[in-house]
């Protein structure tokens, strides 16, 4: 057992925070959010280019790093704690999970070079959490396929290069086998993509496929056996989302300690209140076994299913409770100040609201490690 | 003792029921429902259909135009107002400064202010937070000081609801020192196009504009909008509180939003069941939220028609806005991932776009950021149980459930 | 709508606090529940004739005052905060209940008196919470019957004069149809009690029935119907058992301020501790709002079944929880002598705990709630 | 980063897991898993098996007879010992004292002390605590005055557990006043059969007898059983409680217990449900605790493997000791009413008169009510959060999770 870092991995943190200090701080990234197209395309190639961070976990045969899912966490801590827009989880951990798997060398490459960002459209709006819940359909058209259906709150899908597309190619929605992955352009004819903003200040968009015609090199993978892989990634994204979720909770924690030392109410900081201090000390424990939950999550990546699946769900609950709980409470001892959008903690406490409802809410996650568990028992 | 209610009541409440379905205006209910922001025109017209029926200034004595209501026959009214979803009567005018005006106001101030208010030609504003003053009120610094017949203002008032579209505005000021610090206040109005007053806008964490920063620089205003005693304001401030320390108890609104909840889980797909109200954590969550309202509803009754109890009506503060959270959160469990969509809402039909499903999600994501204010304002919770402990701590004994109430 | 209590129920409530405190103190108390037989002739005889309470919610018919239910409410919270041990709760509310609705006058006339106590021997080893769970079996047997089975932690059953028996008629094991009720004496021949002490310092018993005779007369009520009325006299008993939950907490609190008052550490009173303050101010406001769900019990006791059936899992549930955070924080707040039974505080937290469990538990009627929402909706 | 035991740490679990199952005293096992209360006697065996193996000092150095373990080892012999429901190591003299006698005692201490303790001829007493000093613990009173070699000891200490079964006390005493309360005491050594020392037993809410009251009136012990320097027994006893910060953490004993309840839970029938793993509530909350029971289990790791930050092992005595509480609380839902009975568990087989599925939960409902003390003893809950407060408020940053442990 081991729960150190390597100086590589310290030195890859410390050069990121520097980097995002310095190019993404407080006001420059609420200005770049409520621009048009509310991302920064300098920042990503920054990314991409100056710290070259956007293949950290992926191979060095695509141009990659060749780190693994301790750099993620590392990356995607340090983004939580930034606010960082870009769409970094999408495309470096989502989509790359996805495509690595199906062995689609030149688009990784595309990724790390930064020249691809990426949205996956597998939830629909019905769907709630489940990746099997799949009623859109592709249908073998020559060759290649036609798509239709209705894909929900694909989250940076108005800045994407790519769309990765779940469709049933064969059974009926919820059936767990016959779902496929396809890449489809979003500027093909037959995709209406219908973006807004979203509360975080980031964008999604709610797509329409009408009879969208692809090639065969659409499919990634193959045919009807994309779920376990869909599966498998979202629990990468899961541990990945949790560490962000860390940067994001470890910022409210501090903001609310330094805000309420310097607030002063009764002639006294109202931090010199017991009932205060305390919440912050029970802030500060969820974020400990938040962070905990996380290593969990991402070191058992590479066990067997039920494992990796379990420790993911209890990193979501673990992180999903600590984000609600700081995330009030951040508000609460910020008093009327953390109900404007003057100061961050209202940012970071509605980041926490998105990221608690992604790839499955509290109560989702405590009723499928229940349901592991009573399978495994 | 006795639980329902009397056939009288009873008549009274299927009148009220029968006004929101008819009379009052139902454009306005139904952007409420479709979780539209309401103008102040839309607030002016529902406003003047309540005061059409005497139902508007349900505070006052009936001699000013209240509608001399008892304490029941309030609470029926506005567990149907809610039930309804009509919009809650904005409090600044009607609720807050009103009843002071008849209480301590001069003839003159009476005749010039009260007809406005019941006729909604003039909205009204609350000038009593400041930036270094929000929990600790007592220590607020805005000055008035004396010059001829004027007060001169200066200093800012903050989270001032409706400043934006309101024509006056009361204020707590400091007209003297060096006393305790809860002396030396008074209670003065002010137009809102007085010159040097300013309004800025405070963005809310759900994106609406509701809060202002309200400056006042060199503020010229009559000492005779002064309302009661100088250096009494604390005072008439505290009879303020006092009179309406279950308004934020909103149990009808508590009810139906639960009741709209049961209803859209029982349709909503879920993840493990067949509906979301089959999913065994919504159910229970649902199902304890729901026993929490029906007791705080028992609560807040013994409150209203008996003898209030101090350290009771704070913890009834606390009860019912925590619980008025918690169906906040409810909501946000059924808005799955539409939590995340941020749009105009000031259009009627802003929402066509979205799967009609999940239309709900928007307001009410908008809804659970917008109420973590609840426990804020109005004394936040942590105040509360500071109040709470002391009054526990100075009767030596519990306050007694089940005495018989003088 | 009316909460007031009449002049006739203030007087009540005083006479009968008057009474306890002289006649069951806490050291008084302690010492009948560690005698044998574990409770006090003297102070039932008292309770009957002295105060004439165990008739007061009964009928004038059978000698009693007339009350209802806020009569029994009144008497259970006084009963609760001087933690007495006698049986009223299993004699004057459920025995009583079952008994009148079956038309048993003598019987009754006998508990107003003060000759019979009652144990209502419903619950079976394997049953938990369900009244209809009775595998218990009566066979007829000339005009009588003969009963067979196996009750599990029947209250005050070893005090007992008189034992209530729910058996099966007719049907099979969690039949709502074919219950009935007879009415056994615990010395007859094939009645084994194995009796023992409990933790809230009471005694109950396991009992077995071996072909135990009893005649026509021992059937109460109707052959084969009485789970209704068993499932409404356990409404009437919660609200009963709740209004004693609220004398317990009421002391659980009142120890608790006055403890903390008095303890000093770091130089000062504990109580001037806010984190400790703000407990307290918790600890009030759960057991104010319990005792408006006891209210509504109570007073929702006439209305329809599901009405009723609610308001009494409303009450459990808010009661249940109250007990728990009540009864360990007083425990917490008191710090080590809250672990020990020389103090008040150990006693009153175990019969709340006690009470907890009894009659369900709060997870047994959260999702009782949730089921008969679900059946109204 | 490796979540892996290495093969050679698997290897080690493998052996120690065949120590308990074969060469362990099996009718201690036997007790402990119905519930039965052990006896001085077998605490001495069990004690004398794990000594025949050289695993009982556990926290002691080589030279004077600890096994010698990395911290994972002595993890995986903690955890492999409790997942056979083995019970704990008494912490009183190997764990607490021992350690503090082998790094601040003389060679005479050493000599007269260390081997008894090794092969359990004498048991120890923890003497911290006394009425008046609780969380407080500096504030002690019980005073020890020098007479010749002698100090002459009064006072009187509380909680000390095992005290009617010890054959030596060692105590915080006062040997000086005036300074910081802090400062002036010192740790000395007693034989429980000296004079003048008198024990009473405090009975538990559980209705056992684990506690006493140790009064000391004049009694004598000689200055050679101080351990260390006068006057710096405060440092002494932060020294032995910084090294034993996690002993309550008892993972082992989380898991293996929640396993139990999980097994007896889809074997007993349910209310709602065919069995009580799938009724819906108790379902979530052992889902809930195993998840808190599993996150934990990393903190603990982490702490024990790295550089330990004190706000965090402050904030694992928190989460340790709550989570043992939770444990306690799912076994009192499936005891359902069979939380009442009180029954002597002195006695082999005491149980037998019990419908056998529910034997389990007259220990467990003793468990939740002794369990209480584990949120009070050892530095109470709220004790614990001041010193995170202060730890926190002093660093002007958080604790850096994730960076390179030097």
């Known amino acids: 057992m081991d729960f150190t870092f390597s100086d590589e991995q310290v030195q890859l943190r410390s050069s990121l925070q520097s980097y995002l200090a310095e190019r993404n701080g407080f006001e420059r990234r609420v200005k770049i959010s409520r621009s048009e197209p509310g991302w920064s395309a300098d920042l990503w190639r920054g990314l991409a280019e100056e710290l070259g961070i956007i293949g950290a976990a992926l191979p060095e045969s695509v141009g990659g790093i060749g780190g693994g899912p301790v750099e993620t966490m590392i990356i995607m801590e340090e983004l939580g704690a930034s606010l960082v827009l870009e769409p970094y989880f999408e495309t470096a951990v989502v989509a790359a999970g996805l495509l690595q798997a199906g062995g689609r060398e030149a688009e990784l490459e595309a990724i790390v070079r930064g020249d691809a960002r990426y949205a996956f459209a597998w939830a629909e709006p019905e769907g709630r959490y489940r990746y099997h819940h799949v009623g859109t359909r592709a249908v073998r058209d020559g060759s290649g396929w036609r798509l239709s259906g209705m894909k929900a709150v694909v989250g940076a899908a108005p800045w994407a290069t790519h769309l990765l597309v779940s469709a049933r190619t064969g059974g009926d929605i919820r059936d767990r086998d016959g779902i496929s992955l396809f890449l489809v352009d979003p500027a093909a004819c037959g995709v209406a993509m219908r973006g807004y903003p979203t509360i975080d200040g980031r964008r999604a968009a709610d797509i329409r496929f009408d009879d969208v015609q692809v090639d065969a090199t659409a499919l990634v993978g193959t045919e009807g056996t994309s779920l376990s892989l869909i599966e498998k990634v979202g629990d990468v994204a899961i541990a990945a989302l949790g560490a962000e979720a860390l940067g994001v909770m470890r910022r409210l924690v501090q903001d609310t300690i330094d805000y309420t030392r310097q607030r002063r109410q009764f002639g006294q900081p109202i931090s010199s209140f017991q009932a205060l201090q305390h919440r912050m000390v029970d802030m500060f424990m969820k974020l400990e076994l938040a962070t905990s939950a996380v290593y969990l999550a991402t070191l058992s990546l590479d066990a067997d299913a039920t494992e990796r699946a379990k420790a993911a769900s209890a990193a979501k609950v673990s992180v999903g409770q600590a984000l609600r709980f700081i995330g009030q409470n951040a508000v609460q001892l910020h008093g009327g100040m953390g109900m404007t959008d003057e100061l961050p903690v209202g940012h970071y406490f509605k980041r926490a609201t998105v990221i608690e409802g992604e790839l499955g809410s509290t109560d989702y996650h405590l009723a499928r490690y229940a349901e592991l568990s009573k399978a495994a028992a | ?406």
């Open chain 2, 1 to 406: 003792m006795e639980l329902r209610l009397t056939p009288a009541e009873r008549a009274f409440a299927e009148t009220v029921r029968g006004f929101f379905a008819t009379e009052y205006p139902q454009d306005v209910l139904a952007k409420v429902r479709e979780g539209s922001l309401l103008t102040r025109e839309d607030q002016v017209r529902a406003q003047c259909a309540l005061q059409s029926r005497g139902w508007f200034a349900i505070g006052w004595p009936e001699q000013f135009g209240g509608p001399g209501w008892t304490p029941t026959e309030r609470y029926i009214f506005e567990q149907e107002l809610e039930r309804a979803g009509a919009p809650n009567i904005i409090p600044m005018a009607v609720i807050y400064i009103g009843p002071i005006i008849c209480a301590f106001g001069t003839p003159e101030q009476r005749q010039r202010w009260l007809p406005d208010i019941l006729e909604s030609r003039a909205m009204w504003a609350q000038g009593y937070s400041e930036p270094e003053s929000g929990s600790d009120l007592a220590s607020l610094g805005m000055s008035a000081v004396r010059d001829g017949d004027d007060y001169i203002l200066d200093g800012t008032k903050i989270w001032t609801s409706g400043a934006h579209w309101a024509d006056w505005i009361f204020c707590l000021v400091r007209t003297s020192r060096g006393e305790r610090k809860q002396q030396g206040i008074s209670l003065v109005c002010v137009p809102m196009d007085a010159p040097g007053v300013r309004v800025e806008p405070i963005i809310s964490i759900d994106g609406t504009h509701e809060l202002n920063r309200v400056t006042f620089d060199r503020v010229r205003t009559p000492i005779a909008n002064r309302i009661g005693e100088e250096g009494q304001g604390w005072h008439y401030a505290n009879v303020l509180l006092a009179s309406e320390r279950l308004s934020y108890a909103h149990i009808g609104r508590k009810k139906s939003d639960l009741q709209a909840i049961r209803r859209m889980a029982s349709d909503l797909p879920g993840d493990f069941a067949e509906t979301m109200i089959e999913e065994p954590g919504f159910a229970e969550r649902l199902a304890s939220v729901e026993i929490a309202a029906s007791v705080i509803e028992i609560s807040v009754l013994r409150a209203l028609t008996g003898e209030p109890d101090a350290a009771v009506i704070s913890a009834l503060k606390i009860a019912c806005t925590e619980a008025a959270q918690q169906i906040t959160e409810l909501w946000l469990e059924l808005a799955d991932r539409y939590r995340q969509p941020f749009l105009e809402r000031t259009l009627s039909g802003w929402n066509r776009t979205l799967p009609e499903a999940k239309r709900f999600a928007v307001p009410q994501t908008a809804s659970y950021l917008f109420e973590r204010a609840q426990t804020i304002y109005g004394g936040a919770t942590e105040v509360q149980k500071n109040i709470i402990w002391r009054l526990l701590a100075r009767a030596n004994a519990l306050p007694r459930q089940g005495q018989a109430v003088s």
